[in-house]
């Protein structure tokens, strides 16, 4: 049996830190304190001028390579994960390839929002256990949202941030992928997103006008409450193991009270978990995989054997789980 395992992990921020006292003067109003309360937020990372999503994606790629002590060379697939990306086509991840100098990978992007670095997770382990030509696979998320944020706009400016984080899977003789579960509920669709650009409102020329991020409908505010317990359990039973066996379990990293009720709901603790967005603000597809990174750097990441849950919701909406045993 071929296994596909997590075997290093890589993150980036960009240099730029905004603070809510920042945003309490743009915006003209106090928005910090609720942030914090609510949310969990007290600073974000907004990327350069001259930085682009696959700028932030190879960061976080190299970070991964160097800690697997192997090279872009080495890599047979690369799997961007945003729904910010630096062009509607080509795919980013063919960006990604020239610039990390990985000439060997074949690449493609997954789009299903914020749910899309676990969903690119479940693709890459399926790829090594099913096909023995694919031995080390990236997989990136990468998210350049404050691109699309009106600053003016106090539902967007104060949530949505920049980075990325990636994990290298490499084949193994021993579980690591013990499996997924995806989830969606298409009549969300046009609730939150970037709605122009695609086939329904198409732009060009010089005259265009910039494209926002927007939430146009209100989501129910009990959805990720609800759907992130039923999506672990879902999954928990597909592999054949209680909740409880859980040892750690990285979430979206959208609202931190949404994150302590899900975990009261599984009756696991908050030290299982860890959280980025009082740091790095809301990161989208790359929040948990810059979760889990960060929790390794800190000491506080999984151990050998340890059962590791990651579990996501996106815009769409699209929800996906995945469950490793970590080597």
Not at 15 to 22: C, H, I, L, Q, S
Not at 40 to 46: D, E, L, Y
Not at 66 to 77: C, G, M, N, R, W
Not at 175 to 192: C, E, M, Q
Request: with cysteine.
């Amino acid at each position: 049996m071929r296994y596909a395992q997590i075997v290093s992990t890589g993150s980036y921020v960009p240099e730029r830190v905004m603070t809510n006292a920042e945003l309490d003067a743009i915006l003209g109003e106090p928005v910090s304190d609720w942030l914090i309360e609510n949310v969990g937020i007290h600073q974000r990372h907004v990327m350069a001028d001259d930085q682009v999503t696959s700028d932030l994606a190879v960061h976080a790629a190299r970070a991964a390579l160097e800690k697997a002590q192997t090279t872009p060379e080495d890599v047979d697939l690369i799997i961007v994960a945003t729904d910010t990306p630096d062009y509607i086509s080509p795919a980013t991840a063919s960006v990604v390839q020239h610039k990390l100098g990985a000439k060997r990978a074949g690449t493609f992007d997954v789009n299903c929002a914020c749910a899309a670095w676990v969903t690119g997770l479940d693709i890459a382990a399926k790829y090594i256990t099913a096909d023995t030509s694919y031995t080390q696979i990236l997989v990136i998320g990468a998210y350049g949202m404050t691109r699309y944020v009106d600053w003016t706009d106090k539902r967007t400016a104060t949530l949505f941030a920049d980075g990325a984080g990636a994990v290298l899977l490499r084949a193994g003789d021993r579980p690591g992928f013990l499996g997924a579960k995806l989830a969606a509920d298409g009549s969300f669709h046009d609730y939150l997103g970037i709605y122009t650009g695609g086939t329904l409102r198409p732009t060009g020329g010089t005259n265009s006008p910039r494209q926002f991020v927007k939430f146009v409908k209100r989501f129910p505010p009990d959805t990720n409450n609800l759907a992130w317990p039923k999506l672990v359990r879902e999954l928990m039973a597909k592999i054949g193991r209680p909740v409880s066996d859980i040892a750690k379990i990285y979430f979206t990293q959208l609202n931190i009270n949404t994150i302590h009720y899900v975990l009261q709901d599984l009756g696991l603790a908050f030290e299982q978990t860890h959280t980025i967005m009082d740091k790095w603000g809301y990161t989208g597809s790359a929040c948990m995989a810059m979760a889990l990174d960060d929790a390794i750097q800190q000491g506080k990441g999984p151990q050998p054997g340890d059962l590791v849950i990651f579990v996501g919701s996106g815009g769409g909406a699209a929800f996906g789980a995945a469950a490793f045993e970590w080597v």
